[in-house]
């Protein structure tokens, strides 16, 4: 109830309504003035204090106002950590406030994200452009064999692919979070989910490591097929290659309620605990993962593609045991 009093629609209403009360005390005076000849200044008097608390009230809120403008014309994208903090009060001005305190926190969190993702995408791009170089300059300093040659051939190609499979890692992180919702459509999840069992089986004949698959059919979803193929496929390569030679995969999709739930296990090497709240993040690497090719985008383009399916991924890990991951998407 306390709330209700400190509102600016209700200072209004309360001067709306003795601002009519003032003037029908006005307007009866006035007659009585004419009718039993009361003195003029009386009415004078409330006239002028009807005219200095409308001035009060109008005042205290176009300052207010006024202060509110001037402070949110001082921030930038420079300085959005400041934030509005001598406007107090739950009327509506001070829920402005706070509204637009909360979006500065949203943009400063996302400017700083995007600082960080840019660095970190220069980070990236600088390692094989400086080898290529160097590798370039380490060659033209004294005549070459031919065998030499192509051997700087072949490791620039290295270098060029995975800088080309960085900037596509890239483009697609930066695809699945800000999608084309038009482009969204239905699609049959198992037939999805049975082709990316059998690419799995392929690619692990290498190692000899047995995929089984479990998927119930007839399981539709609404979404981006290709991207949603691309992004569990991450998580299968991811499986095989930490799960040693003649270890074991395996790859389900069930219904369950209003839920399509994808569950991919291996009996690979694991994840160390203190590893495991760092996996999704942009560009990270676990210890396991220096020897292996890639920028450490698949994880989090996967959880970004999921997200846009509005599901969730979750992990289970337990080093030298495997690591189960456990998808949930609405269903259409």
């Known amino acids: 109830m306390r709330h209700v009093f400190q509102t600016l629609r209700f200072k209004l209403l309360f001067w709306y309504l003795l601002s009519l009360v003032i003037l029908g005390v006005f307007i009866i005076l006035t007659i009585h003035i004419l009718q039993y000849k009361y003195s003029v200044q009386l009415i004078i008097g409330l006239f002028i204090l009807l005219a200095i608390i409308g001035f009060v009230v109008v005042y205290k809120i176009t300052q207010t106002i006024t202060f509110l403008s001037f402070q949110m014309r001082q921030i930038s994208s420079k300085n959005l950590d400041k934030k509005i903090t001598s406007i107090k009060g739950n009327d509506e001005i001070g829920q402005l406030a706070n509204s637009f305190n909360g979006l500065l926190d949203r943009l400063d969190k996302a400017f700083k994200r995007e600082r960080q993702f840019i660095a970190d995408v220069a980070h990236e791009m600088k390692t094989p452009i400086a080898t290529l170089r160097s590798s370039f300059e380490v060659t033209l300093r004294k005549e070459r064999t031919n065998e030499e040659y192509k051997k700087m051939i072949k490791d620039s190609i290295i270098e060029t692919d995975r800088l080309t499979t960085t900037l596509k890692d890239i483009l697609d ?58 992004a569990l496929l991450n998580i299968i390569d991811n499986a095989i290659k930490y799960t040693p ?29 203190k590893e495991l709240d760092h996996i999704f993040d ?51």
């Not at 219904?255 to 991919?264: D, F, V």
């Open 173 to 230: 992180l930066a695809w699945s979070e800000v999608p084309n919702e038009k482009l969204r459509e239905y699609f049959n999840l198992s037939q999805l989910m049975s082709e990316l069992s059998e690419i799995a089986q392929k690619l692990a004949m290498k190692k000899n490591i047995t995929v089984s698959s479990n998927v119930k059919s007839q399981i539709t979803i609404k979404g981006f097929r290709e991207r949603l193929g691309r």
């Open 245 to 273: 030679s003649n270890g074991r995969i395996y790859i389900a999709l069930i219904k369950e309620q209003n839920n399509a739930l994808i569950t991919i296990e291996d009996n690979g090497q694991g994840i160390e605990s």
């Open 282 to 332: 942009r560009f990270y690497r676990g210890s396991k993962a220096e020897k292996t090719f890639g920028a450490g985008l698949g994880l989090a383009i996967a959880k970004a593609t999921i997200k846009m399916h509005k599901g969730v991924i979750q992990v289970q890990s337990r080093p030298k045991i495997g690591t189960t991951f456990s998808i949930a998407i609405p269903l259409s």
